[in-house]
């Protein structure tokens, strides 16, 4: 009864409110400390590859934001699909304020991955099923924050918005299952979790790191968006107006 | 309460049948989805005739032939058929024997795919030279072994 | 390591891509928490003024 009644409390954006501001604080902490060990463990600790030489360094920033860049938008669809059934603003608003940064990931994977396959296949792009799909991603990504942006009623915005993220939800495992069904010039998964990773443990170990690094950041800064989303949509609400950095 | 569970519903089932419909499309299209074509496709000549399309494969070790005028002869090949490729041009710094390759061009008439663009398709295997070499070594080790082990009998 | 820091830079002959890569990555991870704290002073300004508003409507 009391876990029901602690969940309840938090969906509303008062109570919130405060407690994004602490996890904000948290995860931007962890993730400044878990970039720093990551970015070390990449470029001095990680061995150079047999094959790719230096070059290859670039998986460190390349396979946690694509990872992240699927991974916020499931999370997105999720809170999307919640808003969409319970009616809870709350929801709602998280899926807003993740948008940014999962289009954010989402252009960092398609950039360092450009900047990878020139050196390394021969081409910035092609048209392959992975390399796509995941294109593909990105314009779901600004499309849903268009079709938010477009719609002045901010409910039937919130509607609109989160059938479009449950439609896309499709893409997901077509990006991650597309080197596995089709031929594609992209190579299969490194890290998968039924066959274990096909690298060695050191540099799997920084990638996970640089993971759990972009993960606290995304964290970070979805939840102080979150809190000017949260303020943006209750101007006109008490609780809003007696806040201490509102009085001042 | 009962708009709620009306909503889920329709949720629900909106989602069954986006993941049927998906499904059907992903069925249907199969393998056109495929960048490119093995060379056991090219033998069995399901590749489009006199059309562009892309050959992937490995670099058949020993194949590779560095004629006049910048122009490299190598064999791709999927260990069930090969396919000569004759190509003009920069090579990617993968571009080895045994590695996986990408190659689009056309069939010439002399059954020789003429490539205008080569990609190199590199495997989801990193580790360090150390290593590489150690496994390389443990590899030759092992096959040496067995043939010690065999001599005997 | 053993290079120096000329070597570390040029990346074994990738360092347009290594640093094209990292740098476009570092500048879109220092930018994007820029703007977010603009739109929460962008936020906190509006509603500050709205209190003001309402607040001078009453007396």
């Known amino acids: 009864m009391s876990g029901r009644l602690s969940f309840y409390r938090f969906s509303s954006p008062a109570a919130f409110y405060p407690l994004a501001g602490a996890i904000g604080k948290v995860s931007a902490l962890i993730a400044v400390v878990l970039l720093a060990i990551g970015l070390y463990m990449s470029f001095f600790v990680a061995p150079t590859d047999y094959k790719q030489g230096e070059g290859y360094r670039i998986i460190f920033i390349h396979v946690p934001s694509a990872w992240m860049s699927m991974f916020i938008y499931l999370v997105m669809a999720f809170w999307a699909g919640i808003g969409l059934v319970f009616n809870t603003r709350l929801s709602s608003m998280m899926a807003q304020a993740l948008a940014p940064t999962g289009a954010i990931m989402t252009f960092i994977a398609l950039w360092t991955g450009a900047f990878w396959g020139k050196p390394m296949w021969g081409a910035w792009w092609v048209w392959d099923a992975r390399l796509t799909s995941e294109l593909i991603l990105f314009f779901l990504y600004i499309g849903f924050i268009a079709l938010q942006g477009s719609i002045d009623d901010t409910r039937r915005a919130d509607r609109a918005g989160a059938v479009l993220l449950l439609v896309g939800v499709v893409n997901i495992p077509i990006i991650y299952f597309s080197v596995k069904w089709w031929n594609t010039l992209h190579q299969g998964a490194t890290v998968s979790v039924t066959e274990g990773s096909s690298m060695s443990t050191i540099m799997l170990q920084a990638m996970l790191i640089m993971t759990f690094a972009f993960w606290a950041y995304s964290v970070a800064v979805a939840m102080y968006r979150v809190r000017s989303i949260i303020l943006e949509r209750e101007k006109d609400t008490r609780w809003v107006s007696e806040l201490p950095e509102v009085r001042r | ?153 | 390591m053993k290079g120096g820091v000329s070597e570390f830079f040029a990346m074994g002959g990738y360092a347009l891509y290594v640093w094209g890569s990292f740098g476009a990555t570092a500048l879109l991870m220092i930018a994007e928490p820029l703007l977010v704290r603009q739109r929460r002073k962008a936020a906190l300004q509006r509603i500050s003024r709205l209190v003001r508003i309402k607040s001078e409507q009453q007396s």
């Open chain 2, 1 to 153: 309460m009962k708009a709620r569970h009306k909503r889920l519903g329709f949720l629900l089932v909106g989602l069954v049948v986006l993941g049927a419909a998906s499904w059907l499309v992903f069925n249907a299209l199969g393998n056109n989805l495929s960048y490119f074509f093995s060379p056991t496709e090219v033998a069995e000549n399901k590749v489009p005739a006199d059309h562009v399309f892309r050959l992937g494969g490995l670099v058949q070790p020993g194949s590779v032939e560095r004629g006049e005028q910048l122009t490299v002869h190598f064999d791709v090949t999927d260990n069930a058929h090969t396919v000569r490729v004759a190509y003009t041009g920069i090579l990617p710094d993968l571009f080895k024997e045994g590695q996986g390759v990408i190659a689009q061009g056309r069939m010439g008439s002399d059954g020789v795919f003429v490539a205008d663009e080569v990609l190199a398709k590199h495997d989801e295997n990193y580790m360090s030279p150390e290593v590489a070499d150690a496994l390389e070594k443990g590899h030759q080790k092992g096959i040496e072994n067995m043939a010690k082990e065999n001599k005997p009998l």
